[in-house]
């Protein structure tokens, strides 16, 4: 109760400051975190090291991005704090976009859209104007402990017409009848999060990844669609869309998850190489990691 009773301390203070006031105080919790983290700052030099091989041999330059890294984090926990008290009309001018024209191509074929993507940059701020303008919007999402926490993150997300999916059957259940329905529905694969994931080479190296996009892209013949969000320098939002990746039947359900997912995975890792200063994955994703 009492991370809970901190947390909206905190939230219910930044949301009442101007954007600069509010990521300046976000940027001083960064560094705070940057240099205090027993676990999180270790295990992100780790990722980044992998996801980018030529830090290895230069912790100056990793130090710099494990810290631009922090900054942009908390940036994005500013943006979620602001969520309660912003009205997505004020949001939307901030976003800009690339590739979609490949939105418009899955949309056609009215089956859903299923944005497969990664952790990184402001999702609920993109989240909340794509469902505004396009069409409804489901997100998947872990249960945060304390429990008030994770209702607190539903509310906010449903203001804004998200709605919040859990990683279970019943979550499950109601993202297929939303595909179904002809909705966008968002979900990461960068991070093993039900502990269910399928071993493949991530960035070289075997990591657990969801096999569960692909298996309802090919149950529904919804495309899956990847796509990044990253901040730009003026604190503005980019969305950027690669070509749709289809999970096509031959047969052998399992090698046809594999392929698909696989795909996805390399525009991915094309997003977080590109980007790698806004790839939020302070956790533990290789055997080795801290």
């Not at 400051?17 to 205090?36: D, E, K, M, S």
């Amino acid at each position: 109760m009492w991370r809970y009773r901190a947390f909206k301390a905190v939230q219910s203070l930044v949301e009442r400051l101007p954007h600069p006031w509010a990521y300046a105080l976000a940027v001083i919790a960064a560094r705070f975190a940057w240099w205090f983290s027993p676990l999180a700052r270790p295990r992100l030099e780790y990722n980044l090291k992998t996801a980018c091989p030529e830090l290895e041999g230069d912790p100056a330059a990793l130090r710099r991005l494990s810290w631009l890294n922090f900054r942009n984090h908390a940036k994005a926990y500013a943006d979620l704090m602001m969520l309660p008290s912003t009205a997505v009309e004020t949001m939307r001018p901030r976003l800009k976009v690339q590739g979609w024209e490949y939105l418009e191509e899955a949309r056609a074929r009215g089956k859903g859209v299923l944005v497969v993507s990664c952790h990184m940059g402001s999702y609920e701020v993109c989240a909340a104007i794509w469902s505004a303008t396009l069409a409804p919007v489901s997100f998947f999402a872990e249960e945060l402990e304390p429990r008030e926490l994770f209702e607190w993150y539903r509310d906010t997300r449903a203001r804004l017409g998200i709605s919040v999916l859990t990683l279970d059957h019943g979550g499950i259940r109601r993202v297929l009848q939303a595909l179904r329905d002809q909705e966008m529905v968002i979900t990461a694969i960068d991070r093993d999060i039900a502990g269910t994931g399928h071993m493949m080479p991530f960035f070289g190296k075997p990591a657990p990844i969801p096999l569960g996009p692909a298996a309802m892209a090919l149950r529904l013949g919804t495309p899956l669609f990847p796509v990044c969000v990253y901040r730009l320098p003026d604190d503005s939002y980019m969305a950027e869309g690669s070509p749709l990746v289809y999970a096509t039947s031959t047969g052998n359900a399992r090698a046809d998850q594999i392929r698909a997912t696989e795909e996805c995975l390399r525009h991915i890792e094309g997003f977080i190489q590109r980007h790698p200063e806004q790839w939020h994955v302070p956790h533990r994703i290789w055997e080795g990691s801290p």
